[in-house]
């Protein structure tokens, strides 16, 4: 059976490959930062279940949707008529770009810039999502705040979240937050 | 070099003009920087693809199986053809890989020039290989058949061979992968196998009767190695400069060569391409030919240093090599500054290799510290009385 942690990872990668598999042709940068999340959030159901392969995958896309991931995420919210949020080979190499800085910067050690860089990316997300005045969007970005800031605290809130651990509650956290951000496309696509 | 030597060789004895000697000192002084500065590399420790490997990776395949070796090899070899591609297809990268086609000739020393910036990105294309758990020592070994078998493709003395052009990359259908023609540009990307190529969509077949024309479409016209290395670079940074706002600057780092576009690439006409020559006299071609011969010991000497016990020497050394190859590349040109730079050089270098208690580590003997210095007070002496002129002829395309 699942166990809980899994169970967390796996709502975050159908979550994640729905919305990546819905804009792969219209919005291809938020496409393919959901497709990275989709991934280490697979590989991430793997590792949960025991499967020690999975592991070391698992925590590199981590750091690829940290590094990388995020930064696009907020380049197609913050800029969607950019090159880059409009055009797939642009968006690739904006995310091959910042996957080798990323992965440099990791590996010399300073390992903050992980955590940086989803901050600074979410930040952008929620002045974006303020501006578009729009109800899901900004619930979106701070379910995403609530995500890192539960990742870097390393507890969840008990009064929010009280049955989940910190992993599981970052997660599900994570998966509304790009469940809200599909959401408020959406409907800003069907009105 | 030898084989550099028995091809030039042949195609003198078949009437072929593939050889271009300062051309061909210029590829073989590309080589050279681009071996020099993978020094530089080794002491600033970036051995990336161990690091990913000790930290991310899955499993341990066996380095001792042969069928993890054909794996690795083909993985390899499926991780080159993006990481080609991609070269050819984002400025950033195209920047660094365009030293490789920046030759109007094709032959074996055009594969060796090679780029000494591509270790900036190129390690990105195969971390998938370090995640999935090629363990390194397996992986250096696969890179360095990969390399080798893009050795032998460089030349124009082999023509078609029949299947083995639809499996694997061959000089014929390499041949199309360095040409400015239409139908060659952003073609057959393979290593070793043009399977990739066929499967993706990237395959052009040598023509018969279309004479191929080598090079890039906006030449490079210089024998300076270390400009050849820069001057795309350059050409983005300018352009990046002229941009307005940081988001397209950056974005000219990321398009493609000639920029987000959807309309054809201009036609190029073949007949009236003319090569870049500057009509480097006879003697010059030889006193260049003579200075890299020398230069090669140097560089064997330098890979085989211990450069972490002595970094700034190693660097030293590394920078000096870098001077000769522009000093002559320069005088190739018929630069007048380059005479007094050279001259410059070799009294330099002709007091340290005698006065130095030893040269970079290695203890030479007196005869041999006599014959240098006697060879650099020669040079000296012959360089001095030469008249350096500079009348470069031939700037690709006429039209």
């Known amino acids: 059976m699942i166990n809980a ?7 975050l990668a159908l979550v994640c490959s729905t919305l990546a598999a819905t804009y792969w042709r219209t919005r291809p940068a938020l496409a393919q930062s959901s497709g990275v999340f989709a991934i280490a959030a697979s590989f991430g159901v793997l590792r949960f279940s025991a499967i020690e392969i999975a592991l ?18 907020a380049i197609a919210l913050c800029w969607p008529d950019d090159e880059t949020a409009k055009r797939d080979k642009a968006a690739a190499r904006m995310l091959f770009l ?14 903050l810039w992980r955590q940086i860089l989803p901050v600074v990316s979410v930040l952008m997300m929620v002045i974006a999502a303020s501006r578009s005045k729009q109800a899901a969007s900004i619930f979106g970005a701070l379910f995403f705040v609530a995500g890192l800031l539960v990742a870097a605290l390393g507890q969840a809130p008990e009064f929010v979240l009280g049955p989940f651990s910190a992993t599981q509650a970052m997660h599900y956290l994570m998966a509304a937050g790009f469940g809200m951000l599909g959401w408020s496309l959406y409907s800003r696509t069907s009105h | 070099m030898l084989t550099v030597l028995i091809e030039a060789g042949l195609a003198r004895r078949r009437g072929l003009a593939v050889y271009d000697i300062p ?13 020099v500065t993978g020094v530089l590399w080794k002491l600033a420790g970036l051995g990336t693809y161990a690091l990913v490997y000790a930290n991310f990776h899955a499993t341990e395949l066996p380095a001792d199986s042969w069928l993890i070796f054909v794996f690795a090899l083909l993985a390899y070899d499926f991780c080159y053809y993006w990481q080609h591609r991609m070269g050819h297809e984002m400025n950033v990268l195209w920047a660094a890989h365009v030293v490789h086609h920046s030759s109007e000739y094709y032959n074996l020393a055009t594969a060796l020039r090679q780029t000494s910036t591509g270790r900036f990105f190129g390690w990105v294309f195969y971390l998938p290989m ?28 082999i023509g078609r061979l029949g299947w083995l052009d639809r499996v694997f990359v061959t000089p014929s259908n390499h041949r199309v992968h360095h040409g400015q023609n239409d139908y060659c540009i952003d073609k057959n990307y393979g290593g070793i196998l043009i399977l990739w190529d066929r499967l993706f969509g990237t395959f052009a077949d040598e023509r018969e009767g279309e004479k191929i024309i080598y090079g890039i479409r906006k030449p490079l016209q210089s024998f300076n190695p270390v400009w050849g ?40 006409d073949t007949a009236t391409f003319v090569n870049y020559d500057c009509k480097t006299s006879s003697a010059m071609r030889w006193y260049a030919a003579i200075q890299y011969t020398l230069v090669v010991p140097c560089v064997v000497q330098i890979l085989a240093m211990d450069v972490k016990a002595a970094p700034l020497l190693a660097v030293l050394y590394v920078l000096l090599i870098i001077a000769t190859t522009v000093c002559v590349g320069l005088l190739l040109e018929g630069r007048q500054i380059a005479q007094r730079f050279e001259m410059l050089r070799l009294l330099l270098i002709g007091i340290a290799f005698v006065t130095m208690p030893d040269w970079f580590g290695f203890d030479a003997s007196v005869i041999l510290r006599v014959a240098l210095a006697m060879f650099s007070l020669a040079s000296l002496v012959w360089l001095a009385q ?3 002129e500079r009348s470069p002829v031939g700037a690709g395309n006429t039209l």
Do not use: C, M
Request: negative net charge.
């Open chain 2, 130 to 157: 370090a995640v999935i758990g090629v363990p390194p020592t397996l992986f250096f070994t696969v890179a360095v058949i990969d390399l080798l078998y893009q050795y032998w493709v460089h030349t124009e003395l």
């Open chain 2, 229 to 268: 290395n820069l001057h795309y670079y350059n050409d983005l940074w300018r352009e990046s400069v002229q941009a307005v706002g940081w988001r397209a600057k950056l974005g000219v780092w990321l398009a493609p060569p000639g920029g987000w576009t959807d309309a054809p690439l201009a036609h190029f």
């Open chain 1, 5 to 11: 942690d899994a169970l967390s990872d796996l709502i």
């Open chain 2, 386 to 388: 030469q008249r350096i």
């Open chain 1, 56 to 73: 070391g995958p698992h925590r590199f896309f981590s750091l690829v949707a940290a590094s990388a991931a995020f930064p696009l995420l």
């Open chain 2, 23 to 35: 051309d061909a000192l210029t590829s073989l002084h590309h080589g050279v920087i681009s071996e």
């Open chain 1, 98 to 111: 910042l996957v080798a800085i990323g992965i440099a910067i990791h590996l010399s050690g300073f390992a």
